[in-house]
């Protein structure tokens, strides 16, 4: 079954800590660019960073730049999302997410989007 | 980066048409796509490169689009797809974009 599973949510006072995980299964996860996009109580989506299929190219949004961290395991099927320095506007559910993309020869994007989400991990930060 | 802006939202009757639009700058040089939200559910993509639609999504949802606006019609509206509905586009490194999202009602 083609899935994405998060975990690893939970309440965190500001400052803190927290590492979330997204567990793929179903597909070939080493072949694919996987995503963070994260959607606070009520309001709309909003990305938060990518990392390409080796980890070799990773880009964040500027609301986290220099907090959160993006990585992979590969041989583990498994996505990672550090968070540090949490904020109480990092309070959001934060969901995992496939990409679909592709580049022309120059590197510029001919199409990106999202085809496979998880069911997110809700991250809750106050005192 | 860029904004893409959608209204917040559209009410229709079940069985009309309901038009969705988000307008970017960027929008004539990349694509769009869709996504819809039900309560306490995960997006579901209905509309990528502007037009397609992926397999099992149903065929009253379709996507147009005209210079800096994106367009999704859903015909014949029924209740099951009141929802958000958000679009996306990325920039040319791949920094993603999401429009404010538009809260679809099914009257």
């Known amino acids: 079954q083609v899935q994405l599973v998060e975990s690893g949510g939970g309440l965190v006072k500001p400052g803190g800590s927290l590492r979330l995980s997204c567990a793929a299964s179903?597909?070939?996860?080493?072949?694919?660019?996987m995503s963070w996009i994260r959607q606070a109580p009520g309001k709309g989506l909003e990305w938060v960073s990518y990392i390409s299929s080796s980890g070799s190219t990773i880009y964040y949004a500027d609301s986290v730049k220099g907090r959160f961290t993006i990585s992979r395991d590969n041989a583990k099927n498994s996505l990672y999302l550090q968070m540090n320095s949490l904020r109480a506007e990092d309070t959001a559910v934060y969901y995992c997410?496939?990409?679909?993309?592709?580049?022309?020869?120059?590197?510029?994007?001919?199409?990106?989007?999202?085809?496979?989400w998880g069911r997110g991990t809700l991250v809750t930060v106050s005192s | 980066s860029y904004e893409l802006t959608q209204p917040p939202s559209v009410s229709v009757s079940p069985g009309q048409t309901a038009r969705i639009t988000c307008s970017g700058d960027a929008l004539p040089k990349q694509y769009a796509y869709w996504y819809q939200q039900k309560p306490g559910q995960a997006p579901v993509l209905v509309i990528y490169?502007?037009?397609e639609r992926p397999s099992g999504i149903p065929e009253r949802f379709s996507g147009s689009s005209s210079g800096t606006t994106v367009t999704l019609t859903i015909s014949g509206v029924q209740a099951e797809d009141e929802a958000d509905y958000y679009c996306?586009?990325?920039?040319?490194?791949?920094?993603?974009?999401f429009g404010g999202g538009t809260k679809l009602t099914v009257l």
């Open positions: 996306q586009s990325a920039d040319s490194s791949g920094i993603v974009v």
């Open positions: 490169k502007d037009s």
């Open positions: 997410a496939r990409v679909i993309n592709s580049n022309d020869s120059s590197g510029y994007i001919l199409y990106w989007y999202f085809d496979l």
């Open positions: 179903g597909f070939t996860f080493s072949d694919y660019y």
